[in-house]
């Protein structure tokens, strides 16, 4: 989970990330592990801009708290 984290901290401010570019990143299978990355994410501290990962086809989580205006709101 930490190895998650620690590529998701490194998102530049500006720039995205998709679920499956970051399970890539620490060695998973991009096309099977988004989830695997969704639920680390689920459990990040706060000062990890999970908001930075974006769906495969570049749309806002459904999941993300406070819903996809929240996460969109969070991008801008």
């Known amino acids: 989970m930490k190895e998650i984290w620690?590529?998701?901290s490194k998102i530049p401010v500006g720039k995205v990330a998709t679920y499956g570019q970051v399970a890539e990143a620490v060695g998973r299978n991009p096309s099977k592990e988004g989830l695997v990355v969704?639920?680390?994410l689920?459990?990040?501290p706060i000062e990890i801009s999970y908001?930075?990962?974006v769906n495969r086809i570049g749309n806002v989580a459904k999941g993300f708290?406070?819903?996809?205006d929240a996460h969109r709101e969070k991008l801008v």
């Open 6 to 8: 620690e590529v998701v």
């Open 65 to 68: 708290p406070g819903g996809q």
């Open 38 to 40: 969704s639920r680390a």
């Open 42 to 44: 689920k459990y990040a």
């Open 51 to 53: 908001h930075r990962v």
